[in-house]
């Protein structure tokens, strides 16, 4: 893996604890009723997308059981069709799936 594409990970590890900071005390009532705190982590998910979509192919390829397409995806709708997020949807992938995707990035870093 090259320089860049390390940088880029760790980035995307930056803004997944960001991420963890910001709904750290919130379930998923209280996180559906901040508007705050919803836009800030909808923003952070926005800036991992395009964290993403700078890897490297190769980097990708390398680690097929991170979900690349995904994560790219939800950063593409959360871009251009906000309002019909499901904050539900949101709080489930900030719950679940990005300590997943941090365990993750530890591990190829």
């Not at 320089?3 to 980035?11: C, E, G, H, T, W």
Request: overall charge negative; aromatic content about 4%; some cysteine.
């Amino acid at each position: 893996m090259d320089k860049r594409d390390k940088i880029l990970l760790q980035k995307i590890l930056d803004e997944a604890n960001i991420i963890a900071k910001l709904v750290e005390g919130f379930d998923c009532d209280s996180f559906v009723a901040d508007e705050k705190t919803k836009r800030a982590t909808c923003m952070t998910l926005i800036n991992i997308g395009e964290l993403v979509k700078l890897l490297s192919s190769e980097t990708r390829q390398q680690n097929p059981d991170v979900p690349w397409r995904s994560i790219a995806g939800l950063r593409d709708v959360a871009v251009h069709g906000y309002m019909t997020l499901r904050m539900e949807d949101i709080w489930e992938t900030v719950s679940v799936s990005l300590p997943t995707l941090k365990a993750q990035i530890d591990t190829i870093l």
